[in-house]
């Protein structure tokens, strides 16, 4: 555990620059983000994109709905995310619009809609467009440091890279070795790294055995 979290327990809403908080702004930013994650490019690349799109300003569902489709590219291409990103800018602007007509804007009001309810929260995530399951998953493992009322969330891959460091692969009984909602959180994000990289779970088994 300490090694996961000292050398790899940073969430990608940090690495993306967002100030994580049970606001709309940040919960924005954060839906954001998941839907970069979302397509099958690097988790560096999506987070890249994702701090051009806050630093032109669109970090808000009005800015990025009032963003011409070719300033939401243009802010993309600045972060690599050159493959998918006529496609996800058009799903911005999209996302921007469901989330303004039926919630104000506010993602708190998504999660009230589905009384707080971990698996109809996902269910209501996956109507944004680009946002599937997977999605959905990568937006609550996040929020689940802000939202105490979806924790634990630990999701395949998490579970898989728990069962490459030899943590439990039962979500209760990893999720109990978090102090805190933040704290799983980071290590959700931890362990989603280490199923990424063979190269990240090995030295983390190596550090543990010192």
């Known amino acids: 555990m300490d090694v996961l979290l ?11 620059g967002i100030k994580l908080a049970d606001q709309p ?15 099958r490019i690097s988790a ?7 701090r051009e799109l806050f630093a032109a300003g669109y970090s808000t569902p009005k800015a990025m709905r009032e963003a011409s489709w070719q300033d939401r590219v243009d802010a993309l291409g600045r972060g690599h995310y050159r493959r998918y990103d006529e ?25 009230d ?18 946002l599937g399951p997977t999605g959905a998953d990568i937006f609550l493992r996040e929020v689940q440091a802000v939202w105490p009322q979806v924790a634990p969330h630990l999701d395949k891959k998490v579970l898989d890279g728990a069962a490459e460091v ?20 980071r290590l959700s994000a931890a362990l989603v790294r280490v ?8 030295e983390v088994k190596s550090a543990a055995a010192r």
């Open 44 to 50: 560096d690349v999506a987070v890249a994109a994702a």
């Open 6 to 16: 000292d050398r790899y327990g940073r969430t990608y809403a940090a690495e993306a």
């Open 166 to 185: 030899g943590l439990p692969r039962q979500e209760r009984s990893l999720a109990r070795l978090a102090e805190s909602g933040h704290e799983l959180a």
């Open 113 to 130: 809609e589905a009384g707080g309810d971990p698996r109809g929260i996902h269910e209501l995530l996956t109507e944004f467009p680009g």
């Open 25 to 39: 702004k940040p919960l924005y930013q954060l839906l954001v983000l998941a839907t970069l994650l979302s397509a």
């Open 195 to 202: 199923s990424r990289s063979k190269r990240i779970a090995q």
């Open 87 to 111: 496609r996800t800018a058009t799903m911005l602007g999209r996302g921007a619009e469901l989330l303004l007509d039926r919630w104000k804007g506010d993602l708190r009001r998504l999660r």
